[in-house]
Nanobody
Framework: QVQFVESGGGLVQPGGSLRLSCAAS????????IGWFRQAPGKEREGVSC????????YYADSVKGRFTISRDNAKNTVYLQMNSLKPEETAVYYC??????????????????????WGQGTQVTVPS
C-alpha cells in the first residue's frame, strides 16, 4: 500500500520555524519529483515548493522564496520542507505528493499541481495572527 505521511506541523508564533517531513512507504521516491502543497481554509490548494529527482533543481512559490527550503533524502525515502519566518496567512494543511512521471520538472509540477495519486492527510500548520 502506497502511503505518504506528512508530519512536523503544529502551532507556531509568527516569525517562527517548522520543519515538515514527508515519508513514503510502499513507494520509492528516488526517480520522482516531490512537491509540497498547501490548502488554507476557504482557498484552493497551491504549490509551495517542488524538487526534482535528478539534478536537485527546485521551485518555490514567490510568497515563500528566501524563507522556505525543500530538500530530499532518497536513502530515507523522505522529503523535507524547512519553513522559517512563518506568517499567519500561511496557516494551512500542508501536503506532499510525487510527480505523476519519472524525472518531472519541479516548476510545472508545482504550478499545475501535477501529482500522482490522491492526497494524503496532510499536516496542519497554524500561525496565529
Amino acid at each position: 500500500q502506497v502511503q505518504f505521511v506528512e508530519s512536523g506541523g503544529g502551532l507556531v508564533q509568527p516569525g517562527g520555524s517548522l520543519r515538515l517531513s514527508c515519508a513514503a512507504s510502499g513507494f520509492t521516491l528516488e526517480h520522482y519529483a516531490i512537491g509540497w502543497f498547501r490548502q488554507a481554509p476557504g482557498k484552493e490548494r497551491e504549490g509551495v515548493s517542488c524538487i526534482s529527482s535528478s539534478d536537485g533543481s527546485t521551485y518555490y512559490a514567490d510568497s515563500v522564496k528566501g524563507r522556505f527550503t525543500i530538500s530530499r533524502d532518497n536513502a530515507k525515502n523522505t522529503v523535507y520542507l524547512q519553513m522559517n519566518s512563518l506568517k499567519p496567512e500561511e496557516t494551512a494543511v500542508y501536503y506532499c505528493a510525487p510527480s505523476p512521471t519519472y524525472y518531472a520538472r519541479p516548476e510545472p509540477m508545482c504550478i499545475n499541481l501535477w501529482v500522482r495519486g490522491s492526497w494524503g492527510q496532510g499536516t496542519q500548520v497554524t500561525v496565529p495572527s
